[in-house]
């Protein structure tokens, strides 16, 4: 199975600074057909993760322009410009690319 | 707007059987553009797919649960199941439907159910 590590664990952020999120899988992610299988989940307290990013940089649908996707290879990187209140939570990223499809272990971002 | 709504039991029996299934509306199984899936997450932990399939009939299975699991797509009720045999304690956790963009990835989720293995 591909292993997917994230960093930090945790981190709390003063709403209006920016955060960044590490994720480092261990083998590429980059797929023959050109795109890069990373994808980004937030779950709020209580209730069931929701996708933001998708093949490495693409914003889902409604999901606001703080938040970007970066990165190649093996070497991710979520990051929200401005924090606001409203993005506590844990942060997950995930590998497409093979199967089964994992998970890092979370990064719990707090204000 | 596609909604998912999840039913089934909350507690099996070890060794028992896991059924849950999960109702679609705003949308359609049938969709050409979309998998059916299910992830789960044990409690305090990290997420764990389990795997996803179509209407079609083509299937996806988690490599370690692959012996145990079985995800059907039922076109003429709209809705989608999973099942997992033999179940014990490290299968208790919370269970959700989602619909999948491809093979992995879920972009729309179901409430959760939580799902717990004792006798």
């Known amino acids: 199975d591909i292993v997917v590590t994230q960093t930090p664990l945790s981190l709390s952020v003063t709403p209006g600074q920016p955060a960044a999120i590490s994720c480092k899988s261990s083998q590429s992610l980059l797929h023959i057909d050109g795109n890069t299988y990373v994808y980004w989940y937030l779950q709020k307290a209580g209730q069931a993760p929701q996708v933001l990013i998708h093949?490495?940089?693409n914003r889902f649908s409604g999901v606001p322009d703080r938040f970007s996707g970066s990165g190649s290879g093996t070497d991710f990187t979520l990051t929200i410009s401005r924090v606001e209140a409203e993005d506590v939570g844990i942060y997950y990223c995930?590998?497409?690319?093979?199967?089964?499809?994992?998970f890092g272990q979370g990064t719990k971002l707090e204000i | 707007q596609l909604q998912l709504q999840q039913s089934g039991p909350g507690l099996v029996k070890p060794s028992e059987t896991l059924s849950l299934t999960c109702s679609v509306s705003?949308?359609?199984?049938?969709?050409?553009?979309?998998?059916w899936g299910w992830i789960r997450q044990p409690p305090g932990k990290e997420l764990d797919w389990i795997g996803s399939g179509t209407y079609s009939g083509t299937t996806y299975y988690n490599p370690s649960l692959k012996s145990r699991v079985t995800i059907s797509v039922d076109m003429s009720r709209n809705q989608f199941s999973l099942k997992l045999t033999s179940v014990t304690a490290a299968d208790t956790a919370i269970y959700y439907c989602?619909?999948?963009?491809?093979?992995?990835?879920?972009?729309?989720w179901g409430q959760g159910t939580l799902v717990t293995v004792s006798s």
């Open positions: 989602a619909r999948m963009k491809n093979w992995a990835a879920a972009v729309t």
């Open positions: 705003g949308g359609s199984v049938s969709d050409n553009n979309f998998l």
């Open positions: 995930m590998q497409g690319k093979q199967i089964p499809a994992t």
């Open positions: 093949e490495l940089s």
